[in-house]
């Protein structure tokens, strides 16, 4: 038997005592009426309404009071808890003097007090509350902010690694250097696909699933917010990217991938999706058409005389006449950049003739 379906008991055999009393009570109000049939009707009629009601005047108030909590930074809590007992107890000091003025006055305004200062205590304090645990830190020098920043103090949105995103290796980079601001959680079913990656017939597969095993390894060691194996599971569906999708769903969190299909399907569910490629596209070196750059050619071009080289990120540069220049280091000048879904593409020709 569940906790809910006793508490509805409990509340339809309250709420039938109390019909029962009332209809009790009532017969005797009404001139020749029968307390019984009075007394019956109006117990079945609070046992219904408590039946159906209880749950949502205790059981569910409670559990979503439960989970907002759960999902509120542990700093967060704590100033708002600290704020809270600082403004009662300057509400208790006002409640003296005021107690002594007249009535109604001196039973009301104790009681207000204590609400105002009680809301603006908590309000202020889970507001301010960066610069009140710099506040500790100064004088407790042990309460690392930074420690406990991924934890609250900064935007916290868990985020969901899968599959393709370890194998890719970058996220331990980004995550090493301070960008990802939340909690990283890798699903126990994402770490048996990897493992089963790692564990195949095929030398390529098996050397990215081993690839991957070593990121998250890395990833654990460096960095700079918690990285935690959850098992949580979506039991109702077999393949793993319906069951990352469900899981961000439930747990309101975001995606971190690479794989295309998976982006375009967790988009259209209403899921947040990070995507390595995306920010690495974002991030690259931007040129505009007139602005100089050396670069080495390397091969040649799909078209008849072009010739081909590589920045540092890996953006394309397609040269212009550069055919005759392979192998060189050539100074040019960009003619124009084009936005494609791999990535940029720049378009150049050399200064020399």
């Known amino acids: ?73 542990a700093q967060q ?63 407790f020098p042990t309460l690392s902010f930074k420690r406990s920043a991924g934890n609250g103090l900064t935007p916290n949105r868990q985020i969901l690694l899968d599959t393709s995103v370890i194998i890719d290796g970058r996220i331990a980079d980004i995550s090493a250097i301070g960008f990802v601001m939340g909690p990283i959680i890798i699903p126990r079913f994402v770490l048996n696909e990897l493992q089963h990656i790692a564990d195949s017939s095929d030398p390529l597969r098996r050397t990215r699933g081993r690839h991957g095993i070593d990121v998250l390894d ?31 769903q439930e747990m309101q969190c975001a995606i971190v991938t690479n794989d295309y299909n998976l982006n375009r399907i967790a988009e259209l569910q209403g899921v947040t999706v990070l995507n390595i490629n995306e920010l690495s596209n974002a991030v690259k070196s931007a040129y505009l058409p007139g602005e100089e750059l050396t670069i080495q050619i390397i091969q040649e071009g799909r078209e008849i ?38 990535g940029k593409m720049i378009f150049a020709r050399p200064n020399e003739d």
């Open 1 to 73: 038997m569940s906790f809910e379906f006793f508490i509805r008991l409990v509340g339809m055999v309250a709420m039938a005592l109390g019909g029962l009393q009332l209809g009790i009570r009532l017969s005797a109000m009404t001139p020749n009426s029968q307390p019984e049939i009075w007394g019956l009707s109006l117990a079945l009629v609070g046992a219904l309404i408590g039946i159906i009601l209880t749950p949502y005047i205790t059981t569910r108030p409670a559990k979503a009071l439960r989970d907002y909590l759960s999902e509120l930074p």
């Open 77 to 139: 809590l704590v100033a708002g808890v600290l704020g809270l007992i600082i403004g009662l107890a300057i509400a208790a000091l006002l409640a003296l003097p005021l107690s002594l003025l007249p009535s109604p006055y001196s039973a009301i305004l104790p009681v207000i007090m204590a609400i105002v200062f009680g809301y603006f205590g908590t309000a202020i304090f889970a507001m301010r509350r960066r610069d009140i645990f710099e506040l500790f830190q100064g004088r």
């Open 218 to 248: 890395r990833l654990q060691k460096t960095a700079l917010v918690p990285v935690e194996i959850s098992d949580i599971d979506i039991e109702t569906v077999d393949a793993v990217d319906e069951k990352l999708i469900l899981l961000a």
């Open 305 to 342: 005389g072009q010739g081909v080289g590589y920045l540092d990120d890996g953006t394309m540069v397609v040269i212009e006449n550069g055919h005759h220049l392979i192998g060189r280091l050539v100074s040019t000048t960009v003619t124009r950049v084009l936005q494609t879904s791999a």
